[in-house]
Each structure stands twice: as C-alpha cells, then as structure tokens.
C-alpha cells in the first residue's frame, strides 16, 4: 500500500490546494502519470504519481488547502487488501527563521535627572566610590569624563588627607572606595536598626524537597530564598527600594538586589540581581552563581556594580546572630540575616525546637520610619513561611 | 570544423558494448533525475532542481569524446554532466540532500557539483558564469604547454545572451586557446524562446562572427553528438584554437520544479517526445538485433539497484557538524605555494 | 643595500622579480603591455618578459578577471590588473560568486591563488565614474583578502606576501599615490599582511586610516602636536582581516577615535571600525567614536567642489576638537 | 582509579572551587571549612565539579560525610566505583 501525498513544488511551498483528480478509485495509475492538478501560489501544476498500482482512495477532495506532505490518497498493489484509513496531515513543515524584530525607534529622550556621564568616567567613579551627581561635569554638552572624576578624587583626598593616594593593585583600591563609601555613609545617613526572629523550618523543609527534584548544577542555597523574600517584600513596602539624591528620595521602578559577595583576598563587592521580583527563584540562582564567579574573577561590568536599589547580606556561615549593617549610599536600606540556629521556640503555645534566623533591618530615618520598618520585616518573615510561592 | 584535420569516423563500426554503454549512462541520468524529482516532491531536496530528462544525449555523447584529464565546466543543470563524466551517483544525491558525504560536502546542492579527483570544476548558477572560468584553465593549459589536453565549457542558450559569451568566445579566438564550447540549445531560456530573446537565432553563425569556428549537431541522437563531438575535442587538441558546437536538444521537464510550463505548448512537448534520446537510440538497437528484451531488463534493474543504493546512501549519511559552518571558506595552510 | 625609488616602480620591480622568480606567475589586464599600464606600473616589462607573460586583455572585466580565477584553477598564480576599481563593477559577479565562493562551494576541494590589483580614489578631478573609493565593499566579503599599501615598501612587499596566499588577494592602490618617494631593498621581501601599524605614537586621540587618506591623518597629527594634543595614528594596511586587537589596544589607551576613509559614510568600512570599537571597548570611551569620510555625493569634476567632498587634514582637526 | 589518583583529582577539583588555598599544606583529616576560605556557594560548586568529573549524585544530606579530603576519598571509593572517569 503506497501513499500519495501533496507534493513539494517548489522552494518556498508550504502548502497547496488540490484542484482536480485525473483518476478516480478503482482506476490503474502507474509511475509517471498525471493523477491531479495542484495550485501553488505561482500557478496551477499537473502532479504525477511515482508509484504504480490501483488508486484505492481518495482522501482529500478538490478546493482544500493541505500542507505538503498531506496524504492525498492511498494507491493499492494487485490484490492487496486495505484497512480503513483516516487522512493523516503530515506535521508542518519547520518554522522558517524567527521573524525578526523590529530595530527600537531612534528617539533618544534624555531621561530627566539622569546624568550624562562617559563609560570610563562611571567606571572609575565606582571603584573610587565618587557620588557621580556631586561633580561638576566640564565635558562637551555636560558630559562627566574621566578627569572630572579624577579631579574630584583629588579635591576629596585634600579634603581628607589621611587617605593613601590609590594604590595601585585591585584589592586595595576595592578596600579604599568602601572606607570612602562607609565612611561617608556614616557622616551622612541617621541609620535606625530593628530586627526580628524568623521561623525557617518550612523553608528548609521545602528546599530540601525541592533540591532532591533538581540536577546537581541546579540546586539552590538558601541565600536565594531570602533574597526573593525582600523582593517580594519590597513590592509592598516600595520606599525601602530607593536611592536618596540631593535632598529627596527617589523611588525606583525596578527591584535589584545587591548581594554581598566577600572577595577572596579580602573585602567585599555587592553587585545587582536585576529585577530580582520578577525571576523564579531558579534563574536567581543561576545569575547569583555567575555573580559570585565573576566578582571574584574581578569581571564585573561597571553597570552591575551601580544598579543595586538596596543591599542583602548574608553572614550566616560566618556563626554571626545579628547584623547591623551600614548602607551602601545612594541606597535607604539594608537587610542583613544571621545563622539559622536550632532553639526552643512557641509554637501554638508549647515550647519546640526550630531553625530559627535573626532578620535585621538598617533603614535611613530621612526616608523611613521605624513604623514602615516593621512592616517590611514583618512581610519578609510572612513570604517566608510559604516558600513555595517564592 | 576546419578541413585540415581529417578525423577517423571511428563511432559507426562501434562494437555492441559500446552502444549498450551510451544507452545506459542515458537510462542512468534518465532514472537519476526521475528519482531526484520523487525526492524533492517528498521534501527530502529543497531550494531549486533543474532536471535533464530529455537532454541526455548530449552529455553522454559529448562525454566520449572527452579524456581523464581534459576539465570540464558546466551549469547547474549538470547532473547529466556529472554522472556522464563518474562522478557516482552515491555522492550526487547526497549532496542534493545536503549531507556531507556530498560531492561538495553539502554546500553546493543540485547547482553546483564538483569533483575535482574528475576535473569537473562544477556547476555555475549565474547563467554565462562558467565560461570566463573556462577561458582562464583553457589559458592555464596553453600556458604550461599542457599538449593534448582540452577544456570542455558547456552552456546552454541563455548564456548567449550574457556579454561574457561574447567575451569569453573573442578572447579564446583571439589567445587561440584549447577550448571545446558546447552550447545546449533546448530552445528555451527558462520561459523565453530562444527567438524571443536573439534577434540572430543562428548561434553558430554567432560564434563564427566570434571568430570560433562552429557546427551545429542533433543533440537527441547520442552517436551524432559522439561523432561531432569527437571530431571537434580532435580538433581543438590539435592546437587549432577553440571550436563551437551547437546541439540541438529540448527539456521535457520544466525549467526547474517550481516551473508551471506556461510558455510551451502541450503539442510542442509531444512532438519533441517522439524524438526521446532513449526511446529513439533503443529502437535502434532493436532493429540492428543489439539489444534483446532481456539486456534492456538487466539494465534497467542495474540502474534501479544503483539508484535505490544512492537514496539509501544519502539518507542515511551525516550532516556536517555546525562546528565547520566557516572551515572551507579559507584554506588553512597559508604560504605553502 | 636600499635604493630610491617611488610607489610605481617599487611595485613594478616586485612585479618583474615575481615572475623572474616563479615562472607560473603573470601579468593581465587592460594595456598592462603595449602601453604599459594605465599608471606605467607595468613600463617596460612587455619588452623584457614577453607577450605571454604580460597579456593585454580586451575590454572584457568580467571575463579577464574570469579567466585569471580559471587560470588560478589550472595551476597558474595570475596577477589580474583592473585599470580603477571603477571598471571593477564589471567584473563583481566573478569576484563575489566566484573567486570567494569556489572553495567553501566545493567543500574545500578548490583554492583560487589569484592576485587581483586595481587603482582606487579620486583627487584627481576624474569626476564621479573615476572617482570611487569602494575597498570598503571587497573588505565585506568572506574568502578573500583585502589589502591597502600606502607605503612603498608595503607596495612591493605585498604583491610578493599576496602571491604566496593559497586564496583571493585584492590589493587597491590609490591613484595618488603612485609618486608618493621611497626606499625598497634591491631584493624585495614579502611583508606581513595581517597586522595594521602604529606609524606615530601618541596618548590623547587615535586616529585610524588606511591607503592615501592615511598621509592626511599624519598630516592632522603634526598640526595637533602644535596644539599640544599627541595623536596616535594606526594605518591599518590590511581591511581584511581586520587587525582589531591592534585599534583596540590604542584606544584603551587613548579613550578616543577618529577614523578616516575616503568611502561614502553610510556603510562605510569606518563604520564597522567604529561599531567593533564600541562593542569591545565600551568602557573605555571618553567621547563617542567619530569618522571622518567623504561627503555623500557623485564626485564633482571642480576642483573646489571635489576638495570639500574629500576628507581633508583640517576636518580631521576641528573633528578631533570636538572630542576633546 | 587508584586511590591515590581519587585523592589528587579531589585536590585539583577543591583548587578550582577555592583557587587562592594552598593545596599542598592541606591536612587530610582535618575539616575543610577550618583550613580553607570556602562558604556554601564554593561547596556547592565542588559537589558539582565532584558529580561532573567522577559521575556520582550527592544528595545534600551526604554533604556532612564530605567534611574533610579523607571523607571525600572514601565516599568516592564507595559511591563512584568503576563509574569514574579515567
């Protein structure tokens, strides 16, 4: 038993709509005779038929439009006996390549408050730990440039003189911008620290389960679980998810988490889980490994290192209880989580044993209050307690 | 042809293999093609297929006149060329079905054959494309005192219309080079006749304008073509400058398989059928007692068995592996000249 | 021992101790023999090599430079002259469809050793169908090589490195600087042909250009010394491939380009430089990467109209001020 | 392999996860965490880096039997057995 099938006509056929039948069943056909017109977008083509016997049926009628590869009709050997058959549309033929999209119109509107400031420029600023909105830019049509910076370090370390001019080697200098960073977070942000015990036996329960489903290379730390938790806190209590400029707070739109990564030869580096409420928790981890890799492989890009909208540090490992950090100016908030301890803890009024982590706050009082501050911990020990829908 | 030469009508007193040779090179490209078009119409061949069916005197003739290391270029309908000359039919189909194990490992297609352990230098795409390339291993040859060896251009009517016809034909006059042009005229250039395009439709009489003697032959006889062919390949291994040979022959198939055949009439077609290369060459055979029901049986079957062994192969042969995509387009070992 | 000599007869002599060495390598082209080359690049070899080694071609471009890839074919190692790159046009489907094609067509069973030279340019008043400067279309083509000698040693030396290359080398020669004065060594030397060169140190701007518009990006330098501003200048001598490793490790250094090419703007070669600059050495801008080209109009026969068309040293200058 | 060769692989693995450690001063039987600057994260990679090279699932609750080099051989001499990469 053969089949006939729409045939492939030309370069770009995808399909054809058979027109008119030469043979009806029950007639002889042998190789090389016309058995059917098609019509192709070019035009009308007789069809020969490449095997010989007795056209047994014809499945499709003429008008309808198949795909190529469609069987057509069944053609039967001498003698042969068939079963039933139903028309069979054979699967589309594969994509062509994905359409293209469209280049993004040309229109540069030039972001308000946004400064215009040369890639080297910003990325010296990072590492000098400069607050680029404090220099005054001399470059062509008020662009920051790289001298501007320098000039400003300069004019600081006058201004501060006990600094050791920057020394050359990475570590060093990575040392030198957080003192500077520090320092004048300290000078200049009236922190107000709160902190709260979170009940972590379903998390670990659930991780544990979830782990056991996952590859090896998928797997994921507990330290993912927390940041989604601010995340996903954050989106109720926006005004920690802020940067304080010149006098005022500015909200941001986007939620990237800065994850403390401590450096091997010392120090400590915090770049950005970009839009870290809207990733599963899967892809978090993923781009947390790449972070980690490529902070201590010291690749970062100068953009990863200036986006973070607030700061999540995690000393567990370290045995540390408590934090109570310093911000990372121009950020309003950091939230730092101690080691997950075993202790007696009331659970319905009776006294058990539970993983337990000290969840503390660091907030600027320009910006919020103790009040707000509760909430905000409040929502991350809530989120945490069904980590499934993290 | 210049009278000087006097060439041994060798082909008449041809012993019976001979002939039966020709016929089956003719049913091997015959079958090849109709294969080739059962292939494509499954999906397994893509982008164009011009077929030869029809034309199949010509390359089998031609091909006999022509040596191991004579070159040959021609155009992208040169399946014909290529099984004529032996390149086999395993590395022709896999590369129309773009496996590696093609003659071009995948990356020519139907269009563009090549198989250089044969001195096939391929199949050109851009109509009139080859003959330029002709002209220079023609001029390479003549250079390098190759004595005896000739390259052997064909094309089809189309070409006639390119100025690098014209060119091609004044240039190799003018350097008196080794070279055989074979023009295919089948009457049409994809959907223009030959009329309708030239205003002089006699092309011999074109190339002798070229100063490129020429002859016309009729290409659906393949002892006519072997005949002239030999004479003219004698000719131009002589040292005699080019020669021209026009042969006559007709496509029963469209131009290629997304043709709808509008510009020919169905009575043309028929008319042209009854002179079928192999139809005609068979009966002959027949009425001088050379060929028994039984041989043709047992060629059609050799050639069936060659050509089911072909599918096989290129089915099931290997795609080239991503890694490669730009390895050939540079040749690796660089200054060793 | 070094002799004087000028871009013309530098190439002349790698051209005759070519084929004095290698008896497969020739000349062809339009009036490369009787009349000895539109430039008289090839004065003088007809009467000392002979007719069959210096071949006169008809007017046919398509063909002759068809007949050299078939002659590369053969076993020949031509070197096809096209009088200007504006006849070249003729011949672009041999180049395109053939001579960069063939090898990766055949699966890797052909190689085109063909040499291919052709005067480039304007300046010279030669108006817009004599005028053109369109290396920048040959350097987009894979399989081949593109070359752009604007010393007198790279004028000899790479005919000699291109006749060892197993595939295509186009080399463009610009029209005016056939008497540009040098010195060449009695036996030529093949030079390199895949790095561009530092020809002037500097720490401030990079300026990047290649052929005759090089000697206006040295000219721009000196008056920008005066100004107290050290501009380095890449010559680039070879389009493709494009020595990128050596434009990128400059602009680390300086923090800003200006590339100059006498092609049209829009597509031009400069802006692949410019685009491969900034996808590499992003961070290390001060300034966007800037381009100083020819204006985008047919060239004007008038000598003041062709001069503001063309890319000139003091353009270049005032583009480097506005970088700075 | 050897377990000679299960003893060296692991210090060659642990020298990808923590490249700055002194892999000749390691004492075998000493914890891990003691000797080297290695937090979660770079325990995970090297459990990751172990199943990769020697074909072997660790399941987290395993991770307290991979406390120090000598622990790691043993469990590998028992789990990975003939599986490993030569």
């Known amino acids: 038993?053969?089949?006939?099938?729409?045939?492939?006509?030309?370069?770009?056929?995808?399909?054809?709509?058979?027109?008119?039948?030469?043979?009806?069943?029950?007639?002889?056909?042998?190789?090389?005779?016309?058995?059917?017109?098609?019509?192709?977008?070019?035009?009308?083509?007789?069809?020969?038929?490449?095997?010989?016997?007795?056209?047994?049926?014809?499945?499709?009628?003429?008008?309808?439009?198949?795909?190529?590869?469609?069987?057509?009709?069944?053609?039967?050997?001498?003698?042969?006996?068939?079963?039933?058959?139903?028309?069979?549309?054979?699967?589309?033929?594969?994509?062509?390549?994905?359409?293209?999209?469209?280049?993004?119109?040309?229109?540069?509107?030039?972001?308000?408050?946004?400064?215009?400031?040369?890639?080297?420029?910003?990325?010296?600023?990072?590492?000098?730990?400069?607050?680029?909105?404090?220099?005054?830019?001399?470059?062509?049509?008020?662009?920051?440039?790289?001298?501007?910076?320098?000039?400003?370090?300069?004019?600081?370390?006058?201004?501060?003189?006990?600094?050791?001019?920057?020394?050359?080697?990475?570590?060093?200098?990575?040392?030198?911008?957080?003192?500077?960073?520090?320092?004048?977070?300290?000078?200049?942000?009236?922190?107000?620290?709160?902190?709260?015990?979170?009940?972590?036996?379903?998390?670990?329960?659930?991780?544990?389960?979830?782990?056991?489903?996952?590859?090896?290379?998928?797997?994921?730390?507990?330290?993912?679980?927390?940041?989604?938790?601010?995340?996903?806190?954050?989106?109720?209590?926006?005004?920690?998810?802020?940067?304080?400029?010149?006098?005022?707070?500015?909200?941001?739109?986007?939620?990237?988490?800065?994850?403390?990564?401590?450096?091997?030869?010392?120090?400590?580096?915090?770049?950005?889980?970009?839009?870290?409420?809207?990733?599963?928790?899967?892809?978090?981890?993923?781009?947390?490994?790449?972070?980690?890799?490529?902070?201590?492989?010291?690749?970062?890009?100068?953009?990863?290192?200036?986006?973070?909208?607030?700061?999540?540090?995690?000393?567990?490992?370290?045995?540390?209880?408590?934090?109570?950090?310093?911000?990372?100016?121009?950020?309003?908030?950091?939230?730092?989580?101690?080691?997950?301890?075993?202790?007696?803890?009331?659970?319905?009024?009776?006294?058990?044993?539970?993983?337990?982590?000290t969840a503390s706050l660091s907030a600027d009082h320009r910006v919020s209050d103790g009040h707000r501050g509760g909430l905000f911990l409040n929502a991350i020990e809530r989120l945490l307690q069904q980590p499934e829908k993290l | 042809m210049s009278s000087a030469s006097k060439i041994e009508p060798t082909v008449q007193g041809t012993a019976r293999e001979h002939q039966l040779f020709l016929l089956r090179e003719m049913l091997r490209i015959r079958r090849f093609e109709e294969k080739a078009a059962e292939v494509y119409s499954l999906g397994k061949i893509h982008g164009f297929l011009h077929l030869y069916i029809g034309e199949e005197a010509v390359a089998v003739g031609a091909m006999q006149a022509l040596n191991a290391n004579d070159r040959i270029v021609a155009t992208y309908r040169e399946h014909g060329q290529a099984l004529a000359r032996g390149t086999p039919a395993n590395s022709l189909m896999a590369e129309m079905y773009g496996k590696v194990t093609g003659c071009s490992h995948g990356h020519g297609g139907s269009m563009h054959f090549f198989d250089i352990s044969r001195r096939f230098y391929g199949g050109y795409a851009i109509v009139g494309g080859g003959l330029p390339i002709a002209v220079g291993l023609a001029l390479a040859d003549k250079m390098q005192h190759h004595e005896g060896i000739i390259t052997a251009c064909f094309f089809g009517d189309g070409a006639v219309a390119e100025g690098e016809f014209y060119e091609s034909l004044n240039l190799a006059a003018l350097w008196k080079l080794p070279l055989l042009f074979l023009c295919e005229n089948n009457l049409y250039a994809m959907g223009t006749a030959l009329a309708r395009a030239q205003a002089q439709t006699n092309i011999a009489l074109k190339a002798q304008a070229m100063g490129v003697p020429g002859e016309s032959a009729d290409g659906m006889d393949v002892l006519a073509v072997e005949e002239a062919s030999h004479r003219a390949a004698q000719a131009v291994r002589a040292g005699n400058g080019p020669l021209f040979l026009e042969l006559r022959t007709y496509r029963f198939r469209a131009h290629s398989m997304a043709d709808p055949d509008l510009y020919r009439s169905k009575e043309e077609i028929a008319e042209w059928r009854t002179r079928d290369p192999i139809t005609t060459f068979t009966a002959r055979l027949r009425e001088r007692g050379l060929l028994s029901d039984h041989d043709l049986a047992n060629l059609e079957n050799a050639v069936a068995a060659e050509l089911a062994e072909a599918v096989q192969f290129a089915e099931t042969s290997p795609w080239e592996p991503i890694e490669d995509l730009t390895k050939d387009v540079c040749t690796p070992e660089v200054g060793k000249l | 021992m070094k002799k004087k000599t000028t871009y013309r007869e530098a190439i002349r002599a790698a051209l005759r101790q070519a084929m004095r060495d290698d008896p497969r390598v020739f000349l062809m082209g339009e009036d490369v023999g009787r009349y000895g080359g539109a430039f008289a690049v090839s004065l003088g070899l007809l009467q000392e090599l002979g007719p069959e080694r210096i071949r006169d071609a008809p007017l046919s471009e398509s063909t002759f430079v068809g007949a050299g890839i078939g002659a590369a074919l053969g076993g020949m190692r031509p070197i096809v002259e096209v009088m200007t790159i504006n006849f070249s046009l003729l011949a672009l489907d041999q180049i395109v469809n053939n001579a960069a094609t063939l090898r990766h067509m055949s699966g890797g069973q052909l190689s085109v050793p063909l040499v291919v030279r052709m005067a480039t340019g304007g300046a010279r008043q030669m108006a817009a169908q004599h005028s053109h400067s369109l290396e920048g279309w040959y350097a987009h083509i894979p399989g081949i090589k593109v070359l752009t000698p604007a010393t007198v040693t790279d004028a000899a030396g790479m005919i000699l490195a291109a006749l060892k290359e197993p595939d295509p080398v186009f080399i463009f020669e610009h029209a005016t600087l056939y008497p540009l004065e040098g010195e060449i060594e009695e036996r030529i030397a093949p030079v390199d042909i895949a790095k561009a060169a530092v020809c002037r140190e500097g720490r401030d701007i990079t300026l990047i250009s290649y052929s005759a518009s090089l000697l206006k990006a040295l000219q721009a330098a000196d008056r920008l010394a005066k100004d107290g501003i050290e501009a380095e200048v890449i010559d680039l001598r070879v389009l493709r491939p494009l020595d990128t490793a050596t434009i990128l490790a400059s602009v680390t250094k300086t923090h800003r380009a200006v590339i100059v090419d006498e092609a049209w703007r829009t597509g031009s070669f400069a802006g692949e430089i410019s685009a491969q600059i900034t996808e590499h050495a992003f961070d290390e801008l001060d300034a966007p990467v800037s381009r100083v080209c020819s204006a985008e109009v047919p060239m004007p026969y008038a000598v003041h109209l062709e001069t503001a068309a063309l890319p000139q040293a003091d353009t270049i200058v005032t583009t480097v001020h506005g970088l700075l | 392999m050897t377990n000679e060769e299960i003893k060296n692989t692991v210090l060659r693995l642990l020298g990808t996860v923590a490249p700055e450690a002194d892999l000749t001063k390691l004492k075998p039987g000493v914890r891990l965490r003691d000797q080297l600057d290695i937090d979660s994260m770079d325990r995970l990679n090297f459990v990751i880096a172990l199943h990769k090279e020697f074909n072997v699932d660790i399941p987290e609750a395993d991770y307290q039997k991979l406390e120090t080099v000598e622990d790691c051989v043993n469990y590998l001499v028992s789990h990975a057995g003939s599986a490993s990469k030569a």
Do not use: C
């Not at chain 1, 192709?40 to 007795?54: L, P, Q």
């Not at chain 1, 045995?319 to 007696?344: H, K, M, N, S």
């Open chain 1, 1 to 357: 038993m053969a089949e006939f099938l729409m045939p492939h006509l030309g370069a770009d056929m995808a399909a054809g709509t058979l027109r008119v039948w030469h043979k009806k069943p029950g007639d002889r056909v042998s190789r090389g005779d016309i058995i059917a017109d098609v019509e192709t977008d070019k035009a009308d083509v007789e069809v020969e038929v490449f095997t010989s016997g007795i056209l047994e049926k014809i499945l499709i009628e003429p008008g309808t439009k198949v795909p190529v590869g469609t069987v057509l009709a069944i053609i039967r050997q001498e003698g042969e006996v068939i079963p039933e058959v139903s028309p069979r549309v054979s699967p589309e033929a594969p994509a062509a390549a994905a359409a293209v999209s469209a280049p993004a119109a040309l229109a540069l509107v030039h972001e308000e408050g946004r400064l215009r400031v040369s890639p080297v420029a910003k990325k010296l600023a990072q590492e000098l730990g400069i607050d680029l909105a404090s220099i005054s830019p001399t470059g062509p049509g008020g662009r920051i440039t790289r001298e501007d910076v320098e000039r400003a370090a300069q004019a600081r370390k006058a201004a501060v003189p006990e600094t050791a001019p920057a020394p050359a080697d990475r570590a060093a200098r990575i040392r030198q911008a957080i003192a500077a960073a520090m320092a004048r977070s300290k000078r200049e942000i009236p922190h107000y620290y709160l902190n709260t015990t979170v009940d972590f036996e379903r998390a670990l329960t659930w991780l544990n389960e979830e782990n056991l489903k996952r590859p090896v290379d998928e797997r994921l730390l507990y330290g993912i679980l927390l940041v989604k938790a601010v995340a996903l806190a954050l989106r109720e209590q926006p005004e920690f998810n802020a940067v304080w400029n010149e006098g005022q707070v500015i909200l941001k739109p986007e939620i990237n988490i800065g994850t403390a990564i401590s450096l091997r030869q010392g120090g400590l580096i915090a770049p950005a889980l970009l839009k870290a409420d809207r990733k599963p928790l899967g892809e978090l981890m993923k781009e947390f490994r790449d972070l980690v890799q490529r902070a201590r492989s010291g690749s970062l890009r100068s953009s990863e290192l200036s986006e973070s909208t607030i700061t999540v540090t995690s000393l567990g490992e370290q045995g540390v209880e408590g934090i109570f950090g310093i911000i990372y100016p121009p950020q309003v908030a950091l939230v730092g989580f101690g080691r997950i301890e075993q202790r007696p803890w009331s659970v319905e009024g009776r006294i058990v044993s539970r993983p337990l982590i």
